[in-house]
């Protein structure tokens, strides 16, 4: 197959690739950054069960932290929200992981079609 063929033929699959990429990302929901947690606690009351041997916790109580202008906010959730929460954490690691793939696509894609044909010597 000649050089120019295989190259044609090479920049259409990265071409495909791109496309299969980019409709992977149509179908990503909801996105959210930060960290879903969840927590057990002991209360300030003396005679509490948490305070027991062995000691009996509080809760389990959900949390979401993330950065917002620099910031530490965390929330308080219910079961289902930190449900959703953590869905939406999901498709944002997905988000990154498809636009780095389709970077890497487009970076060798750029190589092939920047890089001249080299000559044949006639």
Not at 78 to 94: D, F, P
Not at 96 to 103: F, G
């Amino acid at each position: 197959m000649p050089e120019s063929a295989a190259r044609t033929e090479q920049l259409a699959n990265y071409q495909r690739q791109y496309r299969e990429l980019a409709a992977q990302l149509a179908e990503i929901g909801f996105i959210a950054t930060g960290t879903v947690i969840e927590r057990s606690t002991r209360c300030g009351t003396p005679g509490c069960r948490c305070h027991a041997d062995p000691p009996r916790l509080h809760g389990l109580y959900y949390q979401w932290t993330t950065k917002v202008a620099g910031k530490t906010v965390t929330r308080r959730l219910t079961s289902r929200e930190a449900a959703l929460y953590r869905e939406w954490i999901a498709n944002n690691r997905r988000l990154r992981q498809l636009i780095t793939q389709m970077r890497q696509i487009s970076t060798r894609a750029a190589e092939l079609i920047l890089t001249p044909d080299t000559p044949t010597g006639d």
